[in-house]
């Protein structure tokens, strides 16, 4: 047989050894006493100087290779019988390992994607703010004096030193003040964040939520605009149909303000326990932006006009999978969470 083929017929026959064994008679079969190669090196003395030196150049090459092969797999055959017997009587090493659990979104981080998908496809912006705010962007700003009742409706986490009048936001609306500041009229954004109130919990309350603040302005934004928007908002968040209707209501940085509710998505507006056989469902904060707080952000309330809107992703999130307590979210929970 050639010397090449020779080569490759060891190889295979190292690659496929089982056991330490089957390796040594391979090695004997090759290279030893009679092996295959030690043969051909034995007979280049009959061979013609020429032929002696190409041919034995080209065997001990191939005799140093597969010595080389065979130490590799020699050490590879030990390792794994140290292993197989070393674990044996504790675990079967050929049994197919475990799937690695791999984690999910969670249902609020699914609801709040494909809130922003769907706003940025009618033009707005994602915008953030800081979760520690000052109580002027908090509050004053946002046409909430100090002293002034409204206050009252924020149930605030202040931070010590309160010298400081640092707070954990307790609603998305001064990211409205932190973008007007550093950007000019016509705008469109959403602010999809994390918020703080120091109340206490229940099934729709809780220390910490997230909320989704809406805001356009332009030079002859009306009402009806929001309204479009906002429908359409719902209608693609929901994948059907939805009603909305507005009520009049009272937010110290809008005016007029407004509740908007939607017909209940469990019963089409018919009534049923979800909505409290009203049919509908509240939803959310609106209104027109008030003067005051154009002024505060320096744009003169007379060229620019425009409405806000305030809404909680939780709330959103426990319409679309009909989830009836907000403390779920946070409670980590894994019989809760893997049903997303
Ligand atoms: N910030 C309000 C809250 O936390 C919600 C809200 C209401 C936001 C009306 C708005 C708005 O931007 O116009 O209750």
């Known amino acids: 047989m050639d010397i090449k083929a020779i080569k490759k017929e060891a190889e295979k026959d190292i690659d496929s050894a089982k ?38 150049m080209l065997a001990n090459k191939i005799k140093k290779e597969l010595e080389i092969n065979i130490k590799e797999k020699k050490y590879v055959l ?28 969670h249902p609020i981080t ?13 033009g707005f912006s994602v915008v953030e703010g800081p979760e520690v705010e000052t109580e002027w962007y908090n509050f004053d700003a946002l046409n909430i004096p100090k002293d002034h009742p409204a206050r009252d409706a924020w149930d605030t986490l202040w931070l010590k030193p309160e010298s400081q009048k640092l707070l954990l936001r307790t ?37 910490q939520f997230y909320q989704l603040e809406g805001l356009m302005i332009g030079k002859d934004i009306s009402a009806a605009n929001f309204v479009a928007v906002i429908q359409e908002f719902f209608q693609r968040f929901f994948n059907k149909e939805i009603k909305i209707r507005l009520r009049p209501s009272f937010f110290p940085f809008t005016e007029p303000s407004f509740e908007m509710d939607i017909n209940c998505v ?28 154009f002024k505060a952000c320096g744009y003169n309330p007379k060229f620019w006009q425009g409405f806000a809107f305030g809404v909680g992703l939780d709330r959103l999130a426990m319409m679309k999978y009909k989830i009836n307590d907000i403390r779920l979210f946070y409670s980590s929970d894994l019989r809760f969470l893997e049903q997303f």
């Not at 973008?179 to 229940?202: C, G, S, W």
């Not at 009534?271 to 959310?284: A, F, M, N």
């Open 171 to 207: 609603h998305t609306s001064p990211v409205q003040i932190r973008y007007m500041e550093k950007n000019q009229p016509p705008l469109r954004i959403i602010a999809p964040d994390r918020v703080f109130r120091h109340e206490a919990t229940d099934a729709s309350h809780d220390v």
């Open 78 to 105: 030990q390792s794994s019988d140290w292993l197989a017997s070393k674990f044996q009587d504790i675990f079967d090493i050929t049994v197919p390992s475990k799937k690695l659990l791999v984690g999910h979104l």
């Open 19 to 56: 056991n330490l064994k089957e390796l040594d008679d391979i090695f004997k079969k090759y290279l030893g006493k009679k092996g295959e190669i030690t043969r051909i090196l034995r007979s280049l003395k009959d061979l013609s100087e020429k032929q002696k030196k190409e041919t034995g």
């Open 110 to 122: 699914i609801v709040r994607r494909k809130v922003e998908e769907i706003f940025q496809q009618m």
């Open 266 to 293: 469990n019963c089409q507006g018919k009534g049923c326990s979800v909505c409290k056989q009203t049919g509908w469902l509240e939803t959310l904060g609106a209104g027109m932006v008030h003067p005051e707080v």
